[in-house]
């Protein structure tokens, strides 16, 4: 028992650690804050060409949804980030970061958009045009708002996903929160400073969680 | 364009490293079938044991399943590596990556039929018990299955996108697909490993991908 305290729940060692994981939480905050609203724009765009009456766009848009749902974010990543040097694209970490989740988020986004603008009714498209609201007027103002209330339990739930995600920035060392974390543990040979990145990842996450879940209680029943 | 092909598809480095790849694939696809087959029926068999309603197991439900929602995959991995050694309890990085990604999967799942569950109409559990099924036997044969049909679809995104966490192997030195392409990019210094393995994953994925949108389409109930 004192070996499990010793090892995992070392306060000493947490405390050292502090400085720079929560150095690593600000970078952590930042790529969301940036990879957020990308993915939400490309995925709006992919989601409209998915439901567009043009059939080589709505291909266009389906494949770019499918393949990049296929791929794991992380081999997207080490390829950006490792197989493009090669051909003389060097990026820094942080660029590679964000290219790699902006394609990854706007798939998923795309495909929750897409379940979204599908579920508004046809007749509140008709109803807004026959007003005299243009096609953009039309899904600026009538169409998105149904959408996005309709799956904002999905979105909210993928918002979770990008935060846990940027964790695997730590793998092309960008210094985000686990990456500091992982690199007090490999100095101090203790999971202690692990678990204090975990302890802050459920710190933000948990809430969101639990309000995701009332959000989902309050559409279905 | 030359340049291109010689750094992405250099057929030569292609060739020699094809076979591992190949290899890393077999290890994904076991590592895959095993997440998916234990994990979902751990966490189907917590949310039974959840509609118990037995106070104190459920907490210890909700909390495990919150919990292993709210971590990344990564953070468990790294702390299952490199903590438990410390304490005594030595996993390999393949039982380490099979058993991060099971739980999690299992606490997705659970929530995930729990809800199907709670979805099922309270008819369909007093028919159930008013023929004289006991309260085990109506769960499991009346109420269980109509929650896990309803559920399909999120059940499957779920575990696609669970299953392609498995590349994080790659980190704690698993020689799955995407561990065998980085290890043959750093020997060759050609990024055409990293290509085959990109096209390995779609070859293993998209077909699941555009089966779960099917799946959706199908079993999404009318009005949901």
């Given at each position: 028992m004192d070996a499990l305290v010793e090892q995992f729940f070392n306060l000493e060692i947490m405390a050292k650690a502090l400085p720079l994981v929560l150095k690593g939480l600000g970078i952590t905050l930042l790529i969301c804050a940036v990879v957020i609203p990308l993915?939400?724009?490309?995925?709006?765009?992919?989601?409209?060409g998915s439901v567009s009456r043009n059939r080589a766009l709505r291909w266009i848009s389906i494949g770019f949804v499918d393949v990049f749902r296929a791929l794991p974010p992380l081999v997207l990543l080490i390829f950006i980030y490792a197989g493009l040097p090669f051909a003389g694209l060097s990026l820094s970490p942080f660029v590679a970061v964000i290219i790699g989740f902006f394609l990854n988020n706007s798939a998923y986004f795309a495909e929750i958009l897409r379940a979204g603008l599908l579920s508004v009714p046809k007749g509140q498209i008709e109803a807004a045009r026959s007003t005299g609201l243009g096609r953009a007027q039309t899904l600026i103002w009538v169409t998105l708002p149904q959408a996005v209330r309709n799956v904002l339990p999905d979105l909210l739930s993928n918002v979770v996903e990008v935060v846990k995600l940027t964790s695997l920035a730590s793998v092309v060392s960008l210094g985000e929160m686990l990456h500091a974390a992982g690199l007090v543990r490999s100095i101090t040979y203790n999971a202690s400073?692990?678990?204090?990145?975990?302890?802050?990842?459920?710190v933000l996450l948990w809430p969101l969680i639990r309000v995701i879940g009332r959000f989902e209680r309050r559409i279905t029943h | 364009m030359d340049r291109f092909l010689d750094t992405f598809f250099n057929m030569a480095v292609l060739g020699r490293y094809a076979p591992a790849i190949l290899d890393g694939a077999?290890?994904?696809v076991v590592l895959s079938l095993l997440i998916v087959s234990t994990g979902i029926a751990l966490g189907a068999g917590l949310a039974c044991l959840r509609a118990y309603r037995i106070g104190p197991v459920s907490f210890a439900i909700v909390i495990f399943a919150d919990v292993w929602r709210a971590l990344p995959p990564l953070v468990l991995i790294l702390l299952a590596f490199f903590g438990l050694p410390n304490v005594g309890v030595?996993?390999?990085s393949f039982m380490v990556l099979y058993l991060v990604l099971m739980l999690v999967l299992a606490a997705f799942a659970e929530e995930i039929v729990w809800a199907g569950i709670t979805a099922t109409p309270k008819g369909q559990w007093e028919a159930a018990r008013s023929t004289g099924l006991s309260f085990t036997r109506a769960l499991v044969f009346v109420v269980l299955p109509q929650a896990v049909r309803m559920v399909i679809p999120p059940l499957t995104n779920r575990a696609i996108a669970i299953t392609k966490m498995t590349a994080l192997g790659m980190v704690i030195g698993v020689p799955d697909i995407l561990g065998q392409a980085t290890t043959a990019q750093s020997f060759s210094a050609n990024a055409s490993p990293l290509t085959l393995a990109a096209i390995a994953y779609v070859i293993l994925f998209l077909p699941l991908v555009i089966a779960s949108r099917w799946l959706e389409a199908r079993f999404t109930p009318p009005g949901a």
């Open positions: 993915g939400l724009a490309g995925g709006l765009l992919a989601a409209l400073p692990l678990v204090l990145a975990a302890g802050l990842y459920l | 077999l290890i994904t030595v996993l390999s």
